[in-house]
């Protein structure tokens, strides 16, 4: 490595979890902090790619579909903005009743509220064309509901994962979390698929945003991924508490797993790659040919759950100005103050 001169690339990963996307808000501004800081000393940034699901995907669609990190802090700012519930009392359980511009209540058989409204509130704060043209991949994901399998929508090519044309509903689709939201519809060619929300299944697209790096040499390559679930919680004292302390273990544990396991395959390259010099030169042919492509990638998880606020009961519904501010705050502080200090490791190195 050449400390600051050697380029950087960054991929960042946004998970689900309703109002807790106030803290990948801060979250957001904070990285983009601390690559501000980091460009000024001379060294080249990209930002790779960004994946989510559910309200990870709609941060994200702010985030890619800006012409810049300036625009991108306007944009998730009007949209938190749009979101918020300003009642003079702080409960988050009153966005049980809907949430301004997102959802309402409007029960149904196979759900209880209706999202349509987001289709008319994602494109005043998201460039869609800017975000289809992107250089930065945008990866979502989605549920389909009879087959039971995760599918993709990307802005580009993604190691296998073709590229379509990202429109509103693709974003609605990977929100649609069920039993709450209802499906959404999507055509694929002649045919209607129904989505569920992504995170049923994954809710922490580690693969694409790696599969997102440049497969070369001299690059730093950091994957950025935000937790917005503690491992550790209170005892619950409520049915909706327990419901939430479910979703905590479900989706922190998964994220564990998949950080842990990008960790030892990181690893695993990095072994082959000092072991490779010592071998015949037909078998380092064959281990290039079958692990040149596979890339190296430091992961940095961003513990937001390190709040002490967290502790909120109704912290998955708590859309209220003042909890919205408050994570924000929150994930600003706990983002740069985890990165400052990985970006000058990496400078040193």
């Not at 300003?86 to 988050?92: N, Q, T």
């Not at 704060?125 to 945008?138: D, I, R, Y």
């Not at 606020?309 to 600003?332: I, L, M």
Request: proline share 4%; with cysteine.
């Amino acid at each position: 490595m050449t400390g600051s001169t050697q380029a950087m690339e960054i991929s960042l990963v946004l998970q689900g979890g309703g109002a807790l996307g106030a803290y990948e808000y801060g979250g957001i501004l904070g990285l983009f902090d601390a690559m501000d800081a980091e460009e000024k000393r001379g060294r080249q940034i990209a930002l790779k790619a960004v994946t989510g699901v559910s309200i990870g995907a709609i941060n994200a669609a702010c985030v890619v579909g800006a012409s810049g990190r300036n625009d991108a802090r306007r944009r998730l700012g009007e949209l938190w903005n749009d979101f918020m519930i300003r009642v003079p009392f702080l409960s988050g359980d009153i966005a049980l009743l809907g949430v301004p511009n997102f959802y309402k209540f409007w029960p149904s058989w196979t759900a209880l509220y209706d999202t349509q409204q987001l289709l008319t509130t994602l494109p005043k704060h998201v460039s869609f064309e800017t975000l289809n043209a992107s250089e930065t991949a945008f990866v979502v994901t989605a549920v389909d509901v009879e087959s039971g399998e995760l599918k993709w929508f990307a802005n580009r090519k993604v190691g296998r994962i073709e590229p379509i044309k990202i429109e509103p509903r693709h974003v609605l689709a990977s929100g649609s979390l069920a039993p709450q939201f209802p499906w959404t519809e999507i055509a694929n060619n002649a045919e209607e698929r129904h989505y569920w929300d992504g995170g049923i299944v994954d809710n922490t697209p580690l693969g694409a945003a790696i599969d997102a790096f440049t497969p070369e040499d001299r690059i730093d390559r950091l994957l950025v991924v935000m937790n917005l679930f503690p491992v550790k919680a209170k005892l619950p004292t409520s049915y909706a508490q327990v419901n939430d302390r479910v979703n905590q273990l479900r989706f922190g544990n998964r994220l564990r797993q998949d950080a842990e396991n990008a960790r030892l395959i990181s690893d695993l390259l990095s072994t082959i790659e000092q072991l490779t010099q010592y071998a015949p030169p037909q078998l380092r042919k064959e281990i290039n040919e079958k692990y040149g492509s596979y890339k190296q990638v430091k992961t940095i998880e961003v513990s937001l759950s390190g709040d002490e606020n967290y502790s909120d009961a109704d912290g998955f519904r708590d859309f209220s100005r003042q909890g919205v501010e408050a994570r924000r705050k929150a994930g600003h502080a706990l983002t740069f103050e985890k990165l400052a200090p990985v970006f000058a490791a990496e400078r040193a190195a």
